[in-house]
């Protein structure tokens, strides 16, 4: 990446995407400032299960950027052989429901040359000693050797850590921050003890949070985000390796010796309050530890060390939204589920865009104007904002 003179860009977002972004445009050596409401980390990017892979039947755009996204992973790993203690590619299996079959899923990622193997039921073990063969559907499993998982918090320090390194400055528990609006076009933020930081090109990347302040800024992006919580476990006397995917439960290993589970039925039992409070019933965070227990060989009895609740951003098409706002001259926005996937890849991509000036051809069916704009509220370019929360 090369400009003439990088413009001062400031990120607004301290999760894996804003670190990401951030990160890379430190790298090109844009002055970037990196803030977030809270602390680094602390909103969707702590509670992920973070799968990394490109399962299933998706758009042919969708599939190419999440295998791009699946390289950078591996390019990582390379150059920081210590992120072996939290980003691991030993593969993953998954198995259909009563009544359901896998079958075309895997005739599908086959198709597309996609690292898949079917492995009938008596063979799981041989594959995936980690999991119960018995909890393993009749029809049998697909094992996704290339997959993996990260620890979304260590990565994000990790790239923080190289963006100060080289020259980015990072605030962190800013408050409300605002996006600053002038004569039509981003200048900048407003931290929310009134601080103004000038800029010249704002990233807008606070996850399930993105779409509300969009709209405050007259820009429409359809959301589907939920409330959603994962679980983590205890430490497991077990070892656990492979990632799984089954009807009940998704479980992933942890750096120290922990599990992280999720469920979409988990997911729908989640009560919000009218302040945003996220309750899970003990019921879902049992049945879960259950469901978990089933799956993993010798069955290991598991118990709950805490519950990580909250937005778990998904865009209204279940795509990206990626690059510029074109209503807003100089703001971009990074809106997207699988986060943990896409985090290397969009935030590189991004930064090349903003500190370039050339849209990458790689996030064209991403782009915000896909969706049509709703009318802007009387504040805009008179200082409008938008608070940030995530």
Not at 159 to 185: F, M, N, P, Q, Y
Request: overall charge negative.
């Amino acid at each position: 990446m090369s400009a003439t003179e990088p413009k001062p860009v400031v990120v607004i977002g301290g999760g894996i995407l804003g670190a990401s972004t951030a990160a890379h445009l430190a790298r090109a050596g844009a002055p970037v400032t990196l803030v977030t409401a809270g602390a680094l980390a602390d909103g969707a990017s702590g509670r992920s299960i973070a799968w990394l892979n490109s399962s299933g039947d998706r758009s042919p755009a969708y599939h190419y950027l999440r295998l791009l996204a699946l390289d950078r992973y591996r390019t990582w790993s390379v150059r920081h052989p210590e992120s072996g203690s939290y980003l691991r590619f030993d593969g993953a299996m998954k198995w259909a429901g009563p009544g359901e079959s896998l079958r075309q899923t895997f005739a599908f990622e086959r198709a597309g040359g996609y690292d898949a193997v079917w492995v009938e039921r008596h063979d799981v073990a041989s594959v995936a000693p980690d999991v119960d063969p018995a909890s393993v559907a009749e029809e049998g499993a697909i094992f996704n050797a290339g997959e993996g998982w990260v620890s979304l918090p260590d990565l994000i320090a990790a790239l923080v850590e190289e963006a100060v390194a080289d020259g980015a400055t990072v605030v962190e528990r800013a408050g409300d921050v605002r996006v600053d609006v002038r004569d039509g076009a981003a200048a900048g933020v407003i931290l929310g003890d009134g601080t103004r930081v000038p800029a010249e090109r704002v990233v807008l990347a606070t996850g399930g949070d993105v779409p509300a302040q969009l709209a405050a800024l007259g820009v429409a992006v359809p959301d589907a985000t939920p409330a959603a919580f994962v679980l983590f476990t205890d430490p497991v006397d077990v070892e656990v390796r492979t990632v799984l995917n089954t009807p009940r439960v998704a479980v992933r290993p942890t750096p120290d010796g922990r599990l992280v589970l999720d469920a979409d039925w988990a997911e729908k039992s989640v009560a919000v309050a009218d302040d945003g409070t996220v309750t899970v019933p003990d019921e879902a965070v049992q049945g879960l530890l259950d469901a978990a227990s089933e799956v993993l060989a010798g069955n290991p009895r598991l118990t709950a060390e805490r519950v990580g609740a909250g937005l778990k951003p998904i865009p209204g098409d279940g795509e990206p939204v990626a690059g510029a706002v074109p209503a807003i001259p100089g703001l971009y926005t990074l809106f997207t589920h699988s986060g943990a996937t896409l985090g290397l890849i969009l935030g590189e991509l991004l930064a090349e865009e903003i500190v370039t000036g050339t849209p990458s051809p790689v996030l064209a069916s991403f782009r915000v104007d896909r969706f049509a704009a709703i009318d802007a509220p009387e504040a805009v370019g008179t200082g409008a904002w938008a608070p940030v929360t995530a």
